[in-house]
């Protein structure tokens, strides 16, 4: 029976009420010695005490996912299953709110067990009356490795420069999401290993966060992903090994799509993980590239090399190529003006949903 499911935490329920039942039937009327009936009695205090106790331990882990298995629990993880990691269930995460609208939460994913920070910001429409029953594309932008969320909000001018190319009409209304993609500082270049499932995290978990607490479209075509240097190759890699959940993406300077030795030492896991690789497999997304003629850590050869693996039904836009411009933040807001703009035009538009049910999002102090 699982430590965090539902029927253990029932079944505790259970024994506590029944040690209570049973303390007070039985009371009076434990035969024996008096020695006996009260060694007896402190026992089924005991018991009740104990059971009561596992019931609101049970129910702190599983609020706070501070084991989320026996073998979590007991330290009986020997390191060759999937790595485990504390924090809230998606359905108790709760945000905080920034000055800036930002919001900000930490929570364990469901499938892949790996817990870490996300970044929500919502448009301004999302607070109107007349949106009140409107749902939202989603952009999700990925950071680089070394990085963190806050990456985007400290380098990228998150959320005034997208405010602004919303305000000017340049991109559409939009929920933009900005998950941690190296939970617990464990880079597999967003890629599922076999104790580290971070693509899992960034495709199931992060989105399944999102749609449960956000008023989103949950279509493919309603999200976009966009990412620079490693979070760029990510971003197209994802696109590709899961359509169904991101129809678009876009890369910034981003890393060999051919995959780095150095993250995946595993050959095969390496290709499979390539995006050069997965294009053989003609995912039905749509891709955009963009870099600098003069960044030797993203070459123009780089994005040439995907575009040639590219078949239809995956396209591939012309590639965006800055004559100037290094492997920096600068380079990269330079870039903002096209790849937002792109990103948006192959999102859905924003639009009321009947029969959705009603979406709270949960904020703290």
Known sequence: MSLTGSAFYYLLIAATVLAVVGTLVLWSR???????????????????QVTAIAVVAVWINN?????????????DDNGSVTAAMPGPPANRAVFTQASDGILDTYFRG????????????????????????????????????PGSPSSWVE??????????????????????VIPVIDP?????????????????????????????????????KAWGIMGFSTGGLCSVKLSMQYPGTFAS???????????????????????????????????????????????RFSPVSNITALQNAVQLPTTMAPPLVLPDGGH???????????????????LDDARAVAGKPKTTTKIGR
């Open 30 to 48: 434990i035969p024996g010695p008096s020695p006996l009936r009260w060694f007896s009695r402190v026992v089924m205090i005991a018991l009740c």
């Open 63 to 75: 609020s706070y996912g501070l084991y989320s298995s026996w073998n979590d629990l007991l330290g």
């Open 110 to 145: 469901k499938y892949s067990k790996l817990s870490g920070e996300v970044l929500v910001w919502t448009p301004p429409q999302y607070d109107e009356a007349q949106y009140k029953s409107y749902r939202f594309p989603v952009m999700m932008l990925l950071h680089g490795v």
């Open 155 to 176: 380098g990228g001018n998150l959320p005034t420069s997208i405010a602004r190319l919303m305000a000017s009409g340049a991109v559409k209304p939009a929920i933009v």
């Open 184 to 220: 617990g500082g464990v880079d597999t270049d967003c890629s599922d290993t076999p104790t580290h499932k971070n693509a899992t995290w960034l495709a199931k978990d992060v989105p399944q966060l999102i749609n449960n607490q956000f008023r989103t479209l949950t279509d493919a």
């Open 249 to 295: 993406a876009v890369a910034m300077d981003p890393d060999p799509f051919s995959g780095d030795p150095s993250v995946l030492a595993d050959p095969e896991l390496r290709k499979l993980n390539s995006p050069l690789w997965l294009a053989r497999q003609k995912p039905d997304v749509s891709l955009f590239a963009a870099t600098s003629a003069q960044d």
């Open 328 to 346: 920096n933040w600068g380079t990269w807001q330079r870039m903002f003006p096209t790849v937002f703009p792109w990103l948006s035009d192959h």
